[in-house]
C-alpha cells in the first residue's frame, strides 16, 4: 500500500509500506481520505506536539474516513463507510472505570508515535472505534466528524452555553465547529476572531454576530465595546498562542468561563494570577473528546451541522507535502486540508 511518512521537520513523502493484517477485533479499513489536524501541523513543523516526539519515520494523520475492506472477526459488513475514533482506550484503569475513556491512563493514540497514523491506503483498527457515517456524506468530508467531537466535549464541559453571551477564539476547524454547536445549544450572542479574513468568513455564515480579525482589530477592546464593557459569558480558546488566551481572559466577565481547547507550541501558559482570582473565573481545559462518534454522526446526518464550510482544500496523496505547507502556512483560506487516496 501507498503511506505519507513523515521523515523530519517539513518532510513528508508517499512511499510503499506493507499491507497491515487486522488482528483479533479489528476490521481493515480502505482509507477514502485523512485531513489535516493542526496536532499534525505541529509535528510537521515543530517536530513535536505536545512534548511528544518522533524517532523513526512515521505515517501521520488521525482524523480518517474511509470504508470497511476485510471485517475479518467482527459484524462490521464490507463495503460500509465509517470514520475511525483515532484514540483506543483501555477498559481496565480506574479513568476508563469511571467512563472517562478519554483520559484512560494507558490511552493508545493513532499517529502519536510510535503508533502509526491514519494517512496510508489501508489501516487495521479496533471495530469499537469504527463508526458508520450516512451513505449521503463525502468521504473527504467525513473524517471531519473527529474535530467536530472536539466540540461536541467542549460544549458538555461548558456549564452554561444556553442564553449566554459567548466568544469563539480561532476559527479552524475545531473553533468553527465550536461556533456552531454553541449556536445550536442556544448561545445568545457569539463574537468569533482570528487573523484570517475568509475564515471569519465562514464563521459569519455559519452564525457568528461579530467577527474581529486579530492583527487589525483589538479582539478585547472591540469585544468590550460591543458588550457595553461588561464582557462575555463563556469563552472558547480554540487557537493555541498565549495572546489568544490573553484575550480570553480579558474578555470574560467576573465569574465568567474558559474553556481552553487549543494547543499551544511552546506547552506552558502564563496566568495572571490575580486577574483570575479577582474575577472568581472558572478555566477548563478540554482534552479532545469522549465516546462523542454517535451523537456527531448524528448531528451531520439531520444537517444541524455543517462539515462542508470547513474543508477547504483537497490534495491527492502524491501531493502531500503541499497539503502539509498549506495547512501550516494557512495560506488561501484554508480551514482544514484533505488528503485524498483514490
Ligand atoms: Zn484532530
Ligand atoms: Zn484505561
Redesign the pocket.
Known amino acids: 500500500m501507498r503511506a505519507v511518512v513523515q521523515h523530519g521537520i517539513r518532510d513528508v513523502r508517499l512511499e510503499e509500506r506493507p499491507n497491515p493484517t487486522p488482528g483479533a477485533g479489528e476490521v481493515l479499513v480502505r482509507t477514502s481520505a485523512v485531513?489535516i489536524?493542526?496536532?499534525?501541523v505541529h509535528m510537521f513543523a515543530e517536530g513535536n506536539v505536545g512534548g511528544v516526539s518522533w524517532e523513526e519515520p512515521f505515517i501521520p494523520g488521525?482524523?480518517a474516513a474511509g470504508v470497511v475492506e476485510d471485517p475479518n472477526d467482527t459484524d462490521l459488513p464490507a463495503g460500509t463507510r465509517v470514520v475511525l475514533d483515532?484514540a483506543v482506550a483501555c477498559h481496565d484503569c480506574d479513568m476508563c472505570a469511571e467512563a472517562m475513556f478519554h483520559l484512560c491512563r494507558n490511552l493508545k493514540f493513532c499517529d502519536l508515535p510510535p503508533v502509526d497514523g491514519a494517512m496510508r491506503e489501508l489501516i487495521a483498527w479496533p471495530a469499537n472505534r469504527v463508526f458508520p457515517v450516512p451513505e449521503s456524506l463525502d468521504l473527504v468530508e467525513a473524517p471531519l466528524i473527529?474535530?467536530l467531537c472536539?466540540a461536541v466535549h467542549a460544549l458538555e464541559l461548558a456549564s452554561r452555553p444556553a442564553g449566554a453571551v459567548a466568544a469563539v477564539a480561532g476559527c479552524g476547524?475545531?473553533g468553527l465547529f465550536t461556533l456552531q454547536m454553541a449556536r445550536l445549544q442556544g448561545a445568545e450572542k457569539i463574537f468569533a476572531t482570528d487573523p484570517v479574513a475568509e475564515r471569519l468568513a465562514v464563521a459569519r455564515e455559519l452564525g457568528a454576530d461579530e467577527t474581529i480579525q486579530v492583527g487589525l482589530q483589538d479582539p478585547v477592546a472591540e469585544i468590550l465595546r460591543a458588550t457595553g464593557d461588561r464582557g462575555v459569558d463563556l469563552v472558547f480558546e480554540a487557537a493555541g498562542p498565549q495572546e489568544a488566551l490573553e484575550q480570553c481572559l480579558g474578555v470574560v466577565r467576573p465569574a465568567g468561563e474558559v474553556v481552553v481547547i487549543g494547543i499551544p507550541s511552546a506547552d506552558e501558559y502564563r496566568l495572571q494570577a490575580s486577574s483570575l482570582r479577582r474575577r472568581e473565573l472558572t478555566v477548563r481545559f478540554v482534552r479532545?473528546q469522549n465516546e462523542n462518534y454517535p451523537q456527531a454522526v448524528e448531528l451531520v446526518r439531520r444537517g444541524a451541522i455543517k462539515l462542508g464550510p470547513m474543508l477547504t482544500h483537497r490534495f491527492p496523496a502524491e501531493r502531500a507535502q503541499e497539503a502539509f505547507l498549506l495547512a501550516e502556512r494557512k495560506l488561501e483560506g484554508a480551514v482544514r486540508v484533505a488528503v485524498v487516496f483514490d
Open positions: 485531513t489536524c493542526a496536532s499534525d488521525h482524523e483515532p473527529e474535530p472536539v476547524a475545531i479532545r
